[in-house]
């Protein structure tokens, strides 16, 4: 098992061995109690055995989609550092697709074993299609598997009704015209949020090799960015699919508190950046997941250093 | 009720007991809640298709969570054969790449949709959903009229488009959500309205002058718009009237220019009466745009049969946002422009 790490953005490429000695620094701090735990499993596998592949892009926003300048400088730099890249692309439309056939572009010409992870299908298609020499990684978006914290540890305790239980099986992994479909497009690693039951799956029988984020998923996205409408004046303007963005998500979070429920679920807490809303799964799932799973046929872990946007 | 007023396509689910025995109410098999918004037998639905095949009008059943899990996938191609070989459904509304590939096996007589929840948001993933025999594409709300125009003209004749018309807006894409709507919590977000919550700097800087204020107000405002984008379909009633929710009504005589094959109405939960006003709205615009009024005629007659000025004018009800003039976007080659109305049927069982 590799772990890989997400370079969301070129400072953290440029600090590098300062990632790996200290990853909780490049936490946001109000989310730091939450990251600690995947934080001190990352940096101890990294003492043993630095890790050798990244991740950059970003899979929610084709707002944030890089030039071609500030992408092929990053892509350099990290492979200066004999690191392996995967890239993460977002659902796109056909601007961000235009956007990406120029990126795709330069990576195939550089000739490298470059992973290109979709969350869109149009991307598969497009990389497929125009581009046979990049890899094809499934990504996060692409499995459906219901995790809405404010229910899920509900549906998938021990005393649920088996039919519930089962349909949290994540999704896609087990479906036989999927693995058929995934097959025919060479797509060799499928990705996934840590789900609330993933500690007690088995991966090492699926005919592609999987990778989890840690420590944290993705609940809901959309076009309809909250953030972005900062600098719009009030109005029906706001909020609009394709809005002008000035990247706000960069520099405001917000934090969401489920209450005044019932349930044993309540203060469940969601972080929202950008057009993403973004949940921790519980400390000790965590720890359960992350003690077994390479025995248990998990191929990569991503060490997410903060939510990814 | 809705083919005497002039529906041209039906869509609807249907639950058997079998499904909500096997995985509760919990678990939706099509995206909507088994009671309420769902037929239950196939009884029901073969009189539905009966009664509406002899108006010549088709319909569509529901196939479209956004997985299935191997577990499921037996009783689901079984419904599907059931669907189309008892009941006689003219095509079937999916979603989840595996199931396609998993009806596209079983070679039946009828057409395959794409759900709107596949979040199909570009040309290339038309080509790759045709590559697995779906004729017609539902695209989701979040695109912008551009980007529709674009979808429909790289397209072409040989896959139908459908776009959402009116009610039940959505402030995240309905496919890449993965929450749930089950009434124990409700859907996320209009829970989320109801959520305390707390907006952060991420760089540490001190809040400026007015700054943060701005960012309490811009949360209001996003409550506020997920509440008009999805209450207001369905619960901002007052004095016995019913209020239809947000729409795309002024971008019809778009849609037809384009060559969008069908409009559709959504809310399959919702009351008969409301889907009777629904359709009738709809219908009033769309008569208006084939007697040949003009876009400006059409959009004036739009808003004003809507009756909620204060919303619809500045645009805070509307699907699409409205900065391209329609007149000067040219009808592809070969598509033949609007030409169905597709509504939601409504299960017509206790608790509807």
């Known amino acids: ?309 | 009720m809705l083919l005497a007023n002039g529906a041209e396509e039906l869509y609807c689910g249907m639950v058997p007991d079998e499904w909500v025995e096997r995985y509760t109410g919990a678990v939706w098999l099509n995206r909507r809640s088994p009671v309420g918004g769902n037929l239950r037998t196939f009884a029901d639905l073969g009189r539905v298709i009966e009664q509406a095949h002899r108006a010549a009008v088709p319909v569509f059943i529901t196939l479209n969570a956004q997985t299935y899990t191997a577990g499921q996938l037996p009783l689901i191609v079984d419904l599907a054969r059931r669907y189309v070989g008892e009941a006689g459904a003219d095509a079937l509304i999916v979603s989840d790449p595996g199931l396609l590939m998993a009806l596209a096996e079983e070679n039946l007589s009828c057409a395959l949709h794409l759900s709107s929840i596949a979040a199909t948001l570009n040309s290339s993933a038309i080509q790759f959903f045709r590559s697995l025999g779906v004729r017609r594409v539902i695209l989701p709300r979040s695109l912008t009229l551009p980007e529709i125009a674009r979808i429909v003209a790289a397209a072409g004749p040989q896959m139908e488009i459908e776009t959402f018309i009116l009610n039940d807006g959505c402030i995240f894409e309905e496919g890449n959500c993965l929450t749930t709507h089950h009434h124990s919590v409700g859907a996320f977000c209009t829970n989320l309205v109801k959520m305390s919550s707390e907006t952060v700097k991420l760089s540490g800087n001190p809040w400026r002058a007015g700054e943060e204020e701005a960012a309490a107000l811009l949360l209001d405002e996003f409550r506020q718009r997920i509440g008009v984008l999805t209450n207001s379909a369905c619960s901002e009633q007052s004095a016995g009237t019913v209020l239809p929710g947000p729409c795309g009504l002024c971008a019809i005589p778009f849609f037809e220019k384009i060559g969008v094959a069908s409009l559709k109405i959504v809310g399959r939960e919702a009351s008969a009466m409301r889907k009777l006003m629904s359709l009738r709205l709809v219908r009033s615009v769309v008569a208006r745009q084939r007697a040949g009024a003009s876009v400006e005629e059409v959009q004036e007659h739009a808003q004003s049969i809507r009756l909620a000025p204060a919303r619809c004018v500045p645009g805070e009800m509307c699907y699409y946002e409205w900065e391209q003039n329609p007149a000067a976007v040219e009808r592809p080659a070969g598509n033949s422009g609007l030409v169905n109305i597709s509504e939601s049927r409504a299960a017509s069982i206790p608790g509807d």
């Open chain 1, 1 to 309: 098992m590799e772990w890989a790490v997400h370079v969301r953005n070129p400072a953290l490429a440029d600090r590098w061995d300062d990632l790996l000695a200290d990853p909780l620094r490049f936490c946001e701090p109000h989310l730091k109690e939450f990251h600690g735990p995947a934080a001190g499993f990352f940096r101890q596998a990294a003492i043993q055995s630095p890790p050798r592949r990244v991740c950059v892009g970003n899979e929610f926003c084709e707002s944030l989609l890089p030039s071609l300048d500030d992408f092929s400088d990053l892509c350099e730099k990290l492979w200066l550092r004999q690191l392996e890249i995967s890239f993460l692309t977002p659902p796109a439309t056909d601007e961000g697709l235009d956007t990406l056939r120029g990126l795709f572009a330069w990576l195939a010409r550089q000739g490298r074993p470059v992973e290109v992870v979709f969350n869109d299908w149009g991307v598969l298609q497009l990389v497929h299609t125009e581009f046979p020499d990049l890899r094809l990684v499934r990504g996060r978006l692409l499995n459906k598997t219901m995790r809405d914290p404010r229910v899920v540890p509900l549906y998938n305790a021990a005393n649920a009704p088996a039919g519930i239980r089962a349909s949290m099986q994540p999704a896609g992994l087990d479906s036989p015209f999927l693995r058929s479909l995934i097959g025919k497009y060479g797509v060799a690693t499928v990705e996934m949020d840590l789900l609330p039951n993933s500690a007690d799956m088995d991966f090492r029988e699926l005919p592609f090799a999987v990778a989890c984020y840690v420590p944290c998923g993705f609940v809901t996205s959309g076009r309809h960015c909250m953030i972005s409408s900062l600098h719009i004046e009030e109005g029906s303007q706001r909020f609009r699919p394709g809005a002008p963005c000035r990247q706000e998500c960069r520099e405001y979070s917000t934090t969401h508190t489920f209450s005044a429920s019932a349930l044993p679920t309540d203060g469940t807490r969601f972080f929202q950046r950008g057009n993403t809303f973004f949940y921790y799964p519980d400390e000790k799932a965590l720890h359960g997941f992350l003690q077994g799973a390479a025995e248990r046929g998990v191929a990569r872990l991503i060490y997410e250093p903060g939510l990814p946007m």
